[in-house]
């Protein structure tokens, strides 16, 4: 996470730098506004998402961003007689985490940027990704007893999968701080 965040701090301040265009009258920066964006939320697969990123609008009203995403939800293949172990301490269960799916998002974007208002805006983008997730195969286990313990009916075995793909989305834009 912290590279991330440092990668994503020099790239920003690369384009801050490399794209400014130069005359022999004044030096003008191309870049009309930059923005920091963070996000979180729950999913539909029963989890949570995060979200960082930075945009910048430049001067033709096009935008370009980098954002990074973890999203972390329970699996699609989850047994639907899924037990999770459970150990009983002073008569109270505690129960073990359920098996989740973990995928961090890298993602640049190039898109057009609408202004709706001074604080709020719109805009359409698209752009490529690079996507690093698992994949949960569960298998069937006796559950087994022991003194404060009871082991759960399916053992699981995590698998990274890495890939690219693209990003399309459409945002409404609210500025919190002028």
Known sequence: MKKIIISSVLLAFAVVTFCQQTNNEAKKSSIKKFYLQTGAGITTGDGTALDFGMQAVLKNDWT???????????????????????????????????????????????????????????????????????????????VVTELFYISSNYSYKKEDKTGFGAMLKADFNWAVLP
Do not use: C, H
Not at 90 to 116: A, C, H, Q, R
């Open 64 to 142: 370009i961003g980098i954002s990074y995403k973890s999203i972390e939800m329970k699996p699609k293949n989850l047994p639907g007689n899924y037990e999770r172990g459970v150990v009983i301490a002073l008569f109270f269960p505690f129960y073990d985490e359920w098996p989740y799916n973990e995928m961090d998002i890298i993602s640049v974007t190039l898109g057009k940027y609408f202004e709706t208002g001074r604080k709020t805006w719109f805009t359409a983008e698209g752009g490529l990704s690079f996507v690093n997730g698992q994949k949960i195969e569960f298998t069937s286990q006796p």
